[in-house]
């Protein structure tokens, strides 16, 4: 287990240092520059250059790279260059408001995938069981962002019952100690906060989930109807279980665990997907920052943005790990 | 002696080409007693057996026939009252132990399942009971077993669980399907000589389904002999031993190793009589369709 655990973490210290390499490059080869963003009108070559040598700019690139990498390993992500900010504070600020967006998506894809799922399995014999895997296609074939504007044409457009932009009504007095609004609002029974909160997630949230549930959904549904076919399946029906018994209690525990693995891997892209999403929905999330960040060319933004996805996906991953063993006693026993 | 399980008739087709299944086929099955459903690979045992059960597949249509189970017919009867009488008064021990239990699933959950649903025990009480029916298949430290998960079983063991599960809520009829031909030959013999304690003990009745005469010479008392979906010797295991009718009858004994006499050696069946099997058949679905 120790060794397991050390070798994952070693594994997770190569790869950040990949990504640490690779978007340290990438951001140099690519167009643009980040002091030219921010100079105004009739700044002389002089100015340029002393702004370029405050923000390093001027090294050589390799001694840039070592720089910035040994202030990372103090803890120092460097300052943002269009904001002027610490860009761990401002990582740190950011960051609750996509965990709470992507765990709210993941959560109601779950379900929503699950239940399709067990549906469509109940009803396999029957004809309402293709309108369902119709339905499902739809959810697949529909990526993130498409979603959200069918959303802001349908619910706030067209009926506009849910508001566009944002996390919060600016005019609710909002003095949450954390960043994690909802689960603070609600831990502190401001019920009325978090309603206004779950109102503006709600979209967003259905953009992100929607395809996710699609493939749950396909996945689940492929694995439990695998597993209904199972002799032990027609044991417990001889015992006299009820369909949907069999479906919950004896085809579920061997269907989650593939499905489970499968999640993991979807739920990094639905991460990726919180950058256009939040974006479209003004949510102040890490992703919506990351747009800005690449329009300003802010190198030391952009990169603790990507080196905060990195973690994220190099976290989910060892999670999904161990679900995979949790649910499966073959392996939780070695 | 009254029939527990009253087969009449049933008739069964393959969904996709229409080819017969099963043939006209009616058997009983008395109280207490233990009848053998004898044929060669495909002809239809399982098939009957799934058909009493309530698990065959869609692909297998029955076409004519009743099931008679204490009077009710398991054909006609809704789905949910079926399910309900199967659970509670039927019950399988499979041929595969190594498929036929939940590889997700504690041993003493999968044992105390009909238990917990038939017999309305809780859960503490149902746990005492399976542990007391693992000690009596003859399994060593059920405490352990009862915690642990099929991967950790070995064959027999697992079948002597599935022995156990299948005796839990005291079945007035039980199925079992060739429950030995996946085991060595060993373990075989104790769990045919452990169904037949535990038969005995509770006076359940048994449809046994194999393929082997020596297993039905042993603990049969009645017998079935089906060639093709048609049946074509049926009586006590005695006159079928001693006084076959059927040609076929008479090939199979010579050609399965003689329990009586070890060394008389095997037989191979004649074609002529595997022709004349087909030509009864040819004949029969002839009278059917013509
Ligand atoms: N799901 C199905 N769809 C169509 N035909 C089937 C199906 N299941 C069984 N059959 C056919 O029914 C016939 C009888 O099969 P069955 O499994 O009852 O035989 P069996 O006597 O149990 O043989 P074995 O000794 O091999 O288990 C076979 O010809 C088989 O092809
Ligand atoms: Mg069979």
């Known amino acids: ?334 | 002696m009254s029939a527990l399980l009253s087969i009449e008739n049933l008739s069964a087709v393959s969904r996709r080409d229409g080819k017969p299944i099963l043939r006209d086929v009616s058997l009983q099955v008395e109280s207490g007693t233990i009848h053998g459903l004898v044929g060669e690979s495909g002809a239809g045992k399982s098939t009957i057996s799934k058909i009493v059960l309530g698990i065959v597949s869609g692909g297998v249509v029955v076409t004519a026939g009743r099931v008679m189970l204490d009077g009710k017919d398991l054909v006609q009867i809704p789905e949910r009252d079926k399910r309900i009488l199967i659970g509670s008064q039927l019950a399988l021990i499979p041929q595969d132990p190594l498929t036929a239990l939940n590889p997700g699933r504690h041993i003493g959950d999968q044992l105390t399942d009909s238990l917990r649903m038939w017999k309305g025990f809780n859960r503490k009480a149902a746990w005492a009971r399976a542990l007391e029916l693992l000690d009596h298949v003859a399994i060593r430290d059920p405490a352990r077993v009862m915690d642990q998960f099929p991967h950790h079983l070995s064959g027999g063991m697992r079948q002597r669980v599935l022995i156990a599960a299948a005796f839990a809520i005291e079945p007035k009829l039980l199925i079992a399907d060739e429950p030995t031909t996946a085991l060595d030959a060993t373990v075989q013999k104790q769990v045919l000589q452990l169904l037949k304690r535990l038969q005995a003990e509770h006076g359940t009745s048994v449809v046994f389904v194999t393929h082997d005469l020596g297993v039905v010479a042993q603990i049969c008392d009645d017998v079935t002999l089906l060639f093709q979906g048609k049946v074509m010797e049926q009586g006590t295991a005695a006159t079928i031993f001693n006084a076959p009718r059927h040609a076929y009858t008479r090939a199979l004994l010579a050609a399965s190793p003689r329990y009586d006499n070890p060394a008389a050696g095997l037989n191979p069946i004649d074609d002529a009589v595997i022709a004349a099997c087909y030509a009864q058949i040819q004949q029969f679905d002839g009278v059917q369709h013509g």
């Open chain 1, 1 to 334: 287990m120790i060794g397991l655990i050390t070798k994952r973490a070693g594994m997770a210290a190569v790869t950040l240092f990949g990504v640490a390499v690779v978007v340290f490059g990438l951001l140099r080869v690519a167009p643009g520059d980040p002091i030219a963003m921010m100079i105004g009108p009739g700044a002389t070559a002089d100015d340029i250059l002393r702004l370029r040598a405050s923000y390093g700019l001027d090294q050589p690139l390799i001694n840039q790279f070592w720089i910035w990498l040994g202030s990372l390993l103090q803890g120092d992500f460097g300052t943002s260059i269009s904001r002027r900010i610490d860009v761990g504070q401002l990582l740190l600020e950011r960051l609750p408001a996509t965990i709470e967006l992507a765990l709210m998506a993941l959560l109601v894809s779950m379900v929503l995938g699950g239940f399709i799922a067990i549906i469509g399995t109940l009803w396999r014999r029957h004809w309402a069981s293709g309108a369902i895997d119709g339905v499902n296609g739809v959810l697949l074939a529909i990526p993130e962002f498409v979603w959200a504007l069918a959303l802001v044409l349908a619910l706030g457009v067209a009926f506009p019952v849910l508001p566009l932009s944002g996390r919060i009504n600016p005019s609710l007095t909002t003095d949450f100690r954390t960043g994690f609004s909802l689960l603070e609002s609600l831990l502190i029974f401001r019920f009325d906060l978090a309603a206004d909160l779950a109102r503006h997630m709600t979209m967003p949230v259905l953009a992100l989930a929607l395809p996710l549930a699609g493939i749950i959904a396909r996945v689940l549904r492929e694995a439990l109807s695998e597993a209904m076919m199972q002799d032990y399946v027609t044991l417990a029906r001889v015992k006299g279980m009820s369909e949907l018994r069999l479906i919950l209690f004896e085809a579920m525990r061997n269907a989650i665990g593939p499905t489970l693995a499968l999640t993991g891997v979807q739920f990094t892209f639905l991460i990726g997907g919180t950058v256009i999403v939040e974006k479209i929905f003004s949510y102040p999330g890490l992703g919506n920052m990351a747009i800005d960040a690449v329009v300003n060319r802010d190198f030391p933004l952009i990169q603790g943005l990507v080196l905060m996805f990195g973690v994220i996906f190099i976290l989910i991953n060892l999670l999904v790990d161990f679900a995979v063993v949790a649910f499966n006693p073959r392996l939780r026993h070695g």
